[in-house]
């Protein structure tokens, strides 16, 4: 089992949806919990990060966050063609030494 | 206040040859890590060093594959006798010495060729 999985998608939604990105993780005792959107040919950055059971709201970003289920999730309401761009979930494992990635997804808003 | 600076950029070696790829942290960042992105796919981790130590290895491969980050000076990723499977995007990213919730800060890569 992967440590952390993501739908590698694409994922097409129309301009001004909501997109819901998802992602599992298999390490129970992770505690740190990252989205990272990278565009094509550019490095990742951080745009949200998230350690307590719950959502997080930034903007128009919410991360969600169920620890039992090893769960988190990604919401981007009013989604704009600038979106698009390839979600990265990530994971410090146990320990707190590294962090993991997931495959990402590929997100597409159509104009 | 500079980001993590990678170079070069853009690398193009032939079998066998050596590469060295350069990771500069942000100012006041202690902590590196070096991953590797194939395309279309994530980022594989591959090393975690603070000065002069390496914290974890565990995604480097076995052989031709080494890492430092000397006490001066950039951390380096080192691959010798590079082969075709070597080609790709090597990501340097930085966090603060501050516990284990560590925010990464990538630099932009260095796309490594090997014809």
């Known amino acids: 089992q992967k440590e952390v999985e993501q739908n590698s998608g694409p994922l097409s939604v129309p301009e001004g949806a909501i997109a819901s990105l998802n992602c599992t993780y298999s390490d129970r005792g992770s505690q740190s919990f990252f989205w990272y959107r990278q565009y094509s040919g550019k490095s990742p950055e951080l745009i949200m990060s998230?350690?307590?059971?719950g959502d997080k709201e930034d903007g128009r970003f919410t991360a969600q966050l169920n620890k039992a289920s090893q769960y988190v999730s990604l919401l981007i309401r009013d989604s704009q063609p600038s979106d698009s761009a390839t979600y990265l979930c990530?994971?410090?494992?146990?320990?707190?030494?590294?962090?993991?990635f997931g495959a990402g997804t590929r997100l597409f808003v159509k104009a | 206040n500079a980001g993590v600076m990678q170079n070069p950029r853009h690398l193009v070696r032939r079998r066998g040859q050596e590469a060295r790829l350069r990771c500069s942290p942000m100012k006041g960042h202690s902590h590196v890590y070096w991953y590797r992105q194939l395309p279309e796919e994530g980022l594989k981790f591959m090393v975690y060093?603070?000065?002069?130590?390496?914290?974890?290895e565990s995604g480097m491969p076995k052989e031709r594959f080494s890492a430092e980050f000397p006490k001066e000076g950039p951390s380096i990723l080192r691959i010798q006798q590079v082969v075709r499977g070597d080609s790709a995007a090597y990501f340097c990213a930085s966090s603060p010495p501050s516990g284990s919730n560590e925010k990464l800060f990538f630099g932009s890569g260095t796309q490594l060729s090997v014809l």
């Open positions: 990530a994971v410090i494992v146990t320990g707190g030494f590294k962090t993991i």
């Open positions: 060093l603070q000065k002069e130590n390496i914290i974890d």
């Open positions: 998230i350690y307590s059971n």
